[in-house]
């Protein structure tokens, strides 16, 4: 009897474990979705520098009922960086900025999540990048959520963080008074009334400022 009753107890142990297990799913983020892009926005004193990573993957391991314990993980290959201007990316890539070189990716792994709202989240991770990883807190907003026409689950989030530039090693910046990228000899030149505009309304200051605006929408699949 003690035995049977044994039995009994484990199988329900097993049961009622295995469907907490089969609450959580597993999401691949879909880089190819129209909905998937990773961008980034940089300000300057002439204008805001708009870029976008093209090669990206990563994975969400959720639980509807417990949001809390979701884990997400992204790596972002910086040799796809795009800003629509060559000469640019390629500077981005270099030392002075991404060091594509050395540090070929970045990274992210989040340490906690909590539910604001119906359909927002705050999420605190670690962003690594130049070798260096920082906390950094994210909002979150989720878009949608449907059923491909192969009936696979999809999701579509929304995820925005604010970083420093310097907390990560990027140090490189320019005087607007001597920064010349044309390489104008004339002092009313293109460049040089573009830069005596700025400097009037922002002042003398450097070229670069140090804020990063970092803006994930990603599309996911349930694998």
Do not use: C
């Amino acid at each position: 009897m003690l035995n049977k009753i044994f039995l009994l107890m484990t199988l329900l142990i097993v049961a009622s474990t295995s469907a907490a297990v089969a609450q959580n799913a597993v999401y691949e983020v879909d880089p190819h979705s129209s909905n998937s892009k990773v961008t980034f926005t940089s300000g300057t004193v002439f204008y805001d520098v708009v870029g976008a990573f093209k090669d990206f993957s990563g994975e969400i391991d959720l639980d509807p009922a417990n949001v809390g314990q979701a884990r997400v993980s992204m790596i972002v290959n910086i040799a796809s960086l795009d800003t629509g201007n060559s000469d640019r990316d390629k500077h981005l890539k270099s030392v002075d900025f991404f060091d594509l070189q050395n540090f070929p990716q970045a990274k992210f792994q989040n340490v906690h999540v909590e539910q604001t709202g119906d359909h927002t989240l705050t999420m605190q991770g670690r962003l690594e990048l130049k070798g260096m990883r920082r906390m950094t807190q994210w909002n979150v907003t989720s878009i949608k959520s449907y059923v491909d026409g192969q009936g696979k689950a999809r999701v579509v989030f929304s995820a925005q963080t604010s970083v420093d530039r310097k907390d990560f090693g990027i140090f490189w910046n320019a005087d607007p008074n001597t920064y010349n990228p044309l390489n104008e000899k004339k002092k009313d030149g293109f460049w040089s009334q573009l830069k005596d505009s700025a400097l009037k309304t922002v002042g003398n200051q450097f070229i670069s400022t140090d804020e990063v605006k970092i803006d994930a929408q990603l599309e996911a699949v349930k694998k």
